[in-house]
């Protein structure tokens, strides 16, 4: 799994998160009942792989498992789509700060 920087995929990424994700992330990662996206701190981890492995397996804080529902390729726009979401503005802090 690797992180695309690609306009289309990023927009496919974005119409699935909305679609998908925003219920419990907000509109734009800022955090809801789900954790914030936007910030430097995660749980489930920061990197391309393991945004990947918690939109396929989902999470123990209640995140359902979207790969029945979605392709990799799929998951893979979605997960880059959130990636690109990092320092914009949302709720406070959960997790741990990343230090990459």
Known sequence: T?????GPALNSGKAIFTEKCSMCHGMS?????GPNLTDEYWIYGHDIGSVFNAISEGATNGMPAWK????PTEMQ??????????FTEGKAPEGDKVTE
């Open 29 to 33: 990662g800022e955090g809801s009942i």
């Open 68 to 71: 029945a529902d979605l392709t």
């Open 77 to 86: 726009e979605t997960a880059s789509y959130i990636l690109s979401l990092e």
């Open 2 to 6: 690797f992180f695309s920087k690609d």
